[in-house]
């Protein structure tokens, strides 16, 4: 396998595992409900999606700077699928953890 197809499924793994910790994160604090779903919520699983994408660079840049023609490649390479599989599983999960509203009585 080539250097950026090598770094594009390790993004898209590093974020299937941003999702799972965003999850795990608000299963700890208690924020998956089905009732609300609080800007603070979106804003911490951003943080900590973007946390991970910064990390992921610099574990890439450690292993891949010599193999790669450009720099900025470590940092292209896989920001679309990475963002995009957090996103998906991210919702996914949250939704199938926060279950249906609950019923309104008239």
Same mark, same amino acid.
Do not use: C
């Given at each position: 396998m080539k250097t950026?197809?090598?770094m594009y499924w390790l993004r898209l793994g590093t974020g299937i595992a941003a999702a799972l910790a965003c999850v795990g994160y608000g299963l700890a604090t208690g +924020?998956? %409900?089905? +009732? !609300? &779903?609080? %800007? $603070? +919520? &979106?804003? $911490?699983?951003?943080s900590i999606?973007? #946390? %991970?994408?910064i990390l992921s660079y610099y574990i890439l840049k450690l292993k891949f @700077?010599? /193999? @790669?023609? /450009?720099? *900025? *490649? #470590? !940092? %292209?390479t896989g920001i679309g699928i990475y &963002?995009?599989?957090? #996103? @998906?599983?991210?919702?996914?999960?949250?939704t199938i953890l926060a279950g249906p509203p609950p019923e309104a009585t008239l």
């Open positions: 950026l197809e090598t +924020t998956i %409900t089905s +009732t !609300v &779903f609080s %800007t $603070n +919520t &979106f804003i $911490n699983g951003l999606a973007l #946390i %991970t994408y @700077v010599m /193999k @790669v023609e /450009k720099p *900025q *490649q #470590i !940092v %292209t &963002f995009l599989s957090w #996103i @998906v599983l991210w919702a996914l999960l949250y």
